[in-house]
């Protein structure tokens, strides 16, 4: 009778001690893991009482992978002996490749690199004889190249020709002609030869297109030289 008296006591005294334990814990300050690696962070919690647990990892761009990036409790918070950090960890962003967006519409191309999991970080608009308004000329990273996932490209978007005024040339030198259409930002076409007894030899009858018309910039005028 005694014996299970004293296994009694002796049994409610473990009892008693291991709920007095789990509810009287020393409190301890969480100190601060964010920058550490995992195993660093590991260690130092433990030392402290405290457990790591690594609840999310997140693509970063900017932080080496392993590196915690964020904790909650927060530092300086109260937790008891054995409570979980939970913490935040990086990781290294995913490459992709970059699709090819020449020829495309702005928003097509927009679109497209979305998929692609990229970004534009910089529109250029600027003027182009042939490409047409709104449509992409050049990227700044080359199809087919793998960067990491979120990256941001710069695209040149054409707004058209640049038109200038056909200066007329009729009745001037084809000398004096390809001047006055380089001076005006235009080329000289097709040169053809007609015959007109009015004129001098070598002048230019013809003009196409014809005077004071506007024409993109860098564009040709065709003419028609009276033969000698």
């Known amino acids: 009778m005694?014996?299970?008296v004293v296994s009694a006591l002796v049994a409610l005294g473990v009892s008693y001690a291991s709920i007095r334990g789990d509810l009287f814990r020393?409190?301890?300050?969480?100190?601060?893991?964010?920058?550490s690696t995992v195993d660093t962070a590991r260690t130092a919690l433990d030392l402290s009482?405290?457990?790591?647990?690594?609840?999310?990892?997140r693509e970063d761009a900017t932080a080496p992978p392993g590196q915690i990036l964020a904790q909650r409790p927060l530092p300086g918070s109260k937790l008891r002996g054995g409570d979980?950090?939970?913490?935040?960890?990086?990781?290294?962003?995913?490459?992709v490749k970059v699709?090819?967006?020449?020829?495309?519409?702005?928003?097509?191309?927009?679109?497209r690199?979305?998929?692609?999991?990229?970004?534009?970080?910089?529109?250029?608009?600027?003027?182009?004889?042939?490409?047409?308004?709104?449509?992409?000329?050049?990227?700044?990273?080359?199809?087919?190249?793998?960067?990491?996932?979120?990256?941001?490209?710069?695209?040149?978007?054409?707004?058209?020709a640049e038109t200038v005024n056909v200066p007329a040339v009729v009745g001037k030198g084809l000398s004096k002609a390809k001047e006055l259409l380089t001076?005006?930002?235009?080329?000289?076409?097709?040169?053809?030869?007609?015959?007109?007894?009015d004129r001098s030899p070598g002048v230019v009858l013809?003009?196409?297109?014809?005077?004071?018309?506007?024409l993109g910039k860098g564009m040709a005028v065709d003419l028609v030289v009276n033969s000698d």
């Open 206 to 214: 013809e003009q196409k297109p014809a005077a004071n018309q506007a």
């Open 84 to 95: 979980s950090v939970n913490v935040v960890v990086a990781r290294a962003p995913s490459l």
């Open 99 to 111: 699709p090819g967006v020449v020829g495309q519409l702005l928003s097509e191309a927009r679109a």
């Open 49 to 57: 009482g405290l457990l790591l647990n690594v609840a999310e990892d």
């Open 2 to 4: 005694v014996s299970m």
């Open 113 to 160: 690199l979305e998929k692609a999991h990229l970004t534009v970080n910089n529109v250029v608009e600027e003027p182009h004889p042939t490409v047409g308004v709104g449509l992409v000329i050049s990227q700044s990273m080359t199809e087919g190249s793998e960067v990491r996932s979120g990256t941001g490209l710069e695209l040149k978007v054409s707004k058209g």
């Open 183 to 197: 001076q005006a930002g235009l080329t000289l076409g097709q040169v053809r030869y007609g015959s007109n007894d």
């Open 26 to 35: 020393r409190s301890i300050d969480v100190p601060t893991v964010v920058g």
